[in-house]
C-alpha cells in the first residue's frame, strides 16, 4: 500500500505540475501573440497554430487530471443519496465505462498520431505527434486510474465515497 501510495502522490503531483505548465504557457503565447500583433504591429507566424494544439493537448492531458482528481462530470448528488451498495454498484459501473472511454482514447488516439509520421507544424519545427499523441497518453491514463479504482472498489478497499468530488456546500 506505501508503494501505490507513493505513486499515486506522484502521479497527482506530475499531473498537476503538467496541466499548470500547459495553461500558462498557452496564456503567455496567446498574450505574446495579441501583444505583437496589435501593439508591435508585427504578427508572429505560430499565433493561432501553436496554442491550438496546446490547447487541445491540454484537453487530454486535463481530462486524465479531473479523473484522478474526481472532478470530471458526473451526477455525485445522486449517488451521495444512495444505498452503499447501490452505490458501491453504480460507481464501479462507472468505472468500467470510463476506463472503455479511455481506452478507445488511447487507442485511437494513438493510430491518430502515429497518421501523422514526421509531419511536423507548419509555423514551427514541432513534430505533429508531440500534440497528437497526448490523446493517447489521457487515454492510458484514465484507463489506469479507472482500473486502479476498480480493484479498489471490488476488494472493498476504495469506499465509493472517496471517489466523491468535495462537496460544494
Given at each position: 500500500?506505501?508503494?501505490?501510495?507513493?505513486?499515486?502522490?506522484?502521479?497527482?503531483?506530475v499531473?498537476?505540475?503538467?496541466?499548470?505548465?500547459?495553461?500558462?504557457?498557452?496564456?503567455i503565447?496567446?498574450?505574446?501573440?495579441?501583444?505583437?500583433?496589435?501593439?508591435?504591429?508585427?504578427?508572429?507566424?505560430?499565433?493561432?497554430?501553436?496554442?491550438?494544439?496546446?490547447?487541445?493537448?491540454?484537453?487530454?492531458?486535463?481530462?486524465?487530471?479531473?479523473?484522478?482528481?474526481?472532478?470530471?462530470?458526473?451526477?455525485?448528488?445522486?449517488?451521495?443519496?444512495m444505498?452503499?451498495?447501490?452505490?458501491r454498484?453504480?460507481?464501479?459501473?462507472?468505472?468500467i465505462?470510463?476506463?472503455?472511454f479511455?481506452?478507445?482514447?488511447?487507442?485511437?488516439?494513438?493510430?491518430?498520431?502515429?497518421?501523422?509520421?514526421?509531419?511536423?507544424?507548419?509555423?514551427?519545427e514541432?513534430?505533429?505527434?508531440?500534440?497528437r499523441?497526448?490523446?493517447?497518453?489521457?487515454?492510458?491514463?484514465?484507463?489506469?486510474?479507472?482500473?486502479?479504482?476498480l480493484?479498489?472498489?471490488?476488494?472493498?478497499?476504495?469506499s465509493?465515497?472517496d471517489?466523491?468530488?468535495?462537496?460544494?456546500?
Amino acid at each position: 500500500m506505501q508503494i501505490t501510495d507513493t505513486l499515486d502522490r506522484w502521479t497527482t503531483a506530475v499531473l498537476d505540475a503538467l496541466v499548470v505548465a500547459m495553461a500558462g504557457l498557452l496564456l503567455i503565447l496567446l498574450n505574446w501573440a495579441v501583444f505583437a500583433r496589435f501593439v508591435l504591429n508585427d504578427s508572429v507566424s505560430w499565433g493561432e497554430e501553436l496554442p491550438a494544439h496546446i490547447l487541445a493537448a491540454l484537453t487530454f492531458i486535463g481530462a486524465a487530471y479531473l479523473t484522478r482528481t474526481n472532478e470530471h462530470l458526473g451526477f455525485d448528488a445522486v449517488l451521495r443519496v444512495m444505498s452503499p451498495t447501490l452505490k458501491r454498484i453504480v460507481t464501479g459501473m462507472n468505472l468500467i465505462l470510463m476506463g472503455g472511454f479511455g481506452a478507445l482514447m488511447a487507442w485511437y488516439g494513438g493510430i491518430a498520431a502515429l497518421s501523422f509520421g514526421s509531419r511536423t507544424l507548419i509555423s514551427v519545427e514541432l513534430p505533429m505527434v508531440l500534440f497528437r499523441g497526448t490523446m493517447a497518453v489521457g487515454g492510458v491514463l484514465i484507463l489506469i486510474f479507472c482500473a486502479v479504482r476498480l480493484v479498489g472498489i471490488a476488494t472493498g478497499r476504495v469506499s465509493p465515497d472517496d471517489l466523491l468530488p468535495e462537496s460544494d456546500a
